[in-house]
Nanobody, 115 residues
Framework: QVQLVESGGGLVQAGGSLRLSCAAS????????VGWYRQAPGKQRLFVAS???????NYADSVKGRFTISRDNAKNTVYLQMNSLKPEDTAVYYC?????????WGQGTQVTVSS
């Protein structure tokens, strides 16, 4: 089983930056596709970005050009660098690993962007 722990969230002004981390334990995630999702209050959890084993990345249209996902296999960690943050980026951010059709989630980290 893989355990995921997100960190790095906080309160930031619009236009600011944050870097989120997703640290995995219990299992090596080198070969997994790892994704970031976010959930605003009263709304569905939505895809933000993902990265494959080979480093191929994919982004939601709403964050393209502002967010960058990366991974450090030596640290078993995936990052989400978020720049030019907007109030609409406010949400709880979760990382995800799917194995054998089972979704592993962390507990999430709150990101709040003030206008």
């Amino acid at each position: 089983q893989v355990q995921l722990v997100e960190s790095g969230g906080g309160l930031v002004q619009a236009g600011g930056s944050l870097r989120l981390s997703c640290a995995a334990s219990g299992s090596n995630i080198d070969f997994d596709v790892v994704g970031w999702y976010r959930q605003a209050p009263g709304k569905q959890r939505l895809f933000v970005a993902s990265i494959t084993q080979g480093g191929y990345t994919n982004y939601a249209d709403s964050v393209k050009g502002r967010f960058t996902i990366s991974r450090d296999n030596a640290k078993n960690t995936v990052y989400l660098q978020m720049n030019s943050l907007k109030p609409e980026d406010t949400a709880v951010y979760y990382c995800n690993v799917r194995r054998y059709s089972y979704d592993h989630w962390g507990q999430g980290t709150q990101v709040t962007v003030s206008s």
